[in-house]
């Protein structure tokens, strides 16, 4: 059986081990870092030339085809039953000025008549074919009901392009 001595002297051993292996570790690791670094400054540059040469052509290519595919083909909305809630004001108001300008028709949807009365002129202006106003609560649901059965009674068409502007 080893004595207690033993065991201290061992033990003493392998802390002055340990240490000297954690500063052989520290004096290594700024070389390891620099390396790294090296390695990275050296290898960054042409890694992003090498993306950017290799994806921008393709994407510069599907861009123009694109463009020149939705000149050829513009979205049709010419006579399409636009039904845009919150058309009041806002987001929803603009909506009805960029679908009026497309030649779409129009049934508008908020609470205040008189507003959406000002935005429905508006829209004639732009180009609107046709606009209903139809004043109500999006949060009644019969008043829901309502105003789909009047666009449906109005444009004939029980399809329309729901256009939701505000978030109930
Ligand atoms: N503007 C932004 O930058 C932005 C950004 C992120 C999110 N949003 C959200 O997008 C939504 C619209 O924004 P906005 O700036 O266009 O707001 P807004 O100018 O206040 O327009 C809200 C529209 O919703 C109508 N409305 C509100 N409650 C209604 C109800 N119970 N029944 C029927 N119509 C109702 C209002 O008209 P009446 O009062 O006449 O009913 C008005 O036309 C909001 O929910 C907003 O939080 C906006």
Known sequence: ??????????SSVS????????????????????LVNGA???????AMVASLLLFYPPYYLFKLCYSFLSYLFPDDLKRKVVLITGA??????????QYATKGACLALLAR??????????????????????LPGDVADPDDCNRFVQATIDHYGRCKPVPVTANLV
């Open 88 to 97: 009041s004001s806002g987001i929803g108001e603009q909506l009805a000025y």
């Open 112 to 133: 205040r008549e008189w507003s959406l009365r000002q935005v429905a002129d508006r829209a004639f202006e732009l180009g609107a074919p046709d606009v209903i106003i």
């Open 40 to 46: 990275l400054n050296w290898a960054a540059m042409p």
């Open 1 to 10: 059986n080893p004595s207690p001595s033993t065991h201290t002297q061992a």
């Open 15 to 34: 802390s002055s081990l340990g240490s000297r292996q954690a500063c052989e570790l520290e004096s290594k690791r700024p070389e390891t870092m620099d």
